[in-house]
């Protein structure tokens, strides 16, 4: 049986020498995520996502292969590795296609792969590099605007994962903290029941969306901005 301490050495010894944008060894970011998880998940958190969540830009940002995993964690390994898998962007597609494939893959994914990536864009939210400020922020709306696409996705509700939870704490960091708790709740909630939800409107205050993005949203469709 392979441990959270072991997959802890292979994420870091996957990652060695890569640097965040922010700066910073990159491996402070998967560690920072899967801490958020293990909090979040107490008193009984699951080995298996917080294994995931170590693990989950390792096959997307590394020389590492699903095969070096497989290798690693053997038959054991699988739930973990198919996770690993739903979080790893496309590396054929690009640009639009790309988020948009991601997007569909998060939408129809496993719940757990839903909780690791809220708590992913909880981090990356919290630590923007400095050059994106530049031309008028248009690189951190990009991001935030797909950030919110996959808000919007992750609708997936277990009793015993703190997805709400997450949805809240990610909607507060993308709305730059304007909306108010009970707004917070409100629109995570509803979220659930389709896209006709508050969130909608205090994000699109906050970015802000034009009425055509607004309206495609609330459609369920997949909006895409360049950060260009």
């Known amino acids: 049986m392979t441990t959270v301490l072991q997959v802890t050495y292979w994420a870091a010894e996957a990652h060695s020498n890569q640097k965040r944008v922010t700066g910073g060894a990159y491996i402070n970011h998967p560690i920072r995520v ?4 293990e909090r ?13 969540a170590l693990l989950h830009d390792v096959i997307e940002d590394t020389s590492w292969t699903e095969e070096d995993l497989i290798t690693r964690m053997g038959l054991t390994g699988n739930r973990v590795i198919r996770w690993v898998n739903a979080l790893t962007d496309s590396e054929v597609l690009r640009g639009e296609d790309k988020y948009r494939h991601t997007w569909e893959k998060i939408k129809n994914a496993d719940p757990e792969v839903q909780l690791i990536k809220l708590a992913d864009m909880i981090d990356n939210n919290l630590s923007y ?3 994106w400020d530049k031309k008028d922020g248009m690189r ?7 950030c919110f696409n996959l808000w ?6 277990v009793e015993h994962l703190p997805i709400e939870f997450l949805k809240r704490q990610l909607l507060n960091t993308l709305t730059l903290g304007t909306a108010s708790q009970k707004e917070l709740v409100g629109a995570s909630i509803s979220s659930v029941n389709g896209n006709n939800n508050p969130a909608i409107d205090l994000f699109g205050d906050s970015l802000p969306l034009n009425d055509d993005e607004i309206e495609k949203l609330r459609k369920g469709e997949y909006v895409f901005r360049s950060p260009k």
Do not use: E, G, V
């Open 129 to 131: 590099p400095p050059h």
């Open 140 to 146: 951190i709306k990009s991001f935030r605007l797909r």
């Open 34 to 37: 899967a801490r958020m998880l």
């Open 40 to 52: 979040n998940l107490q008193p009984f958190p699951d080995d298996d996502i917080i294994k995931a």
């Open 152 to 157: 919007l996705a992750c609708t997936a509700t």
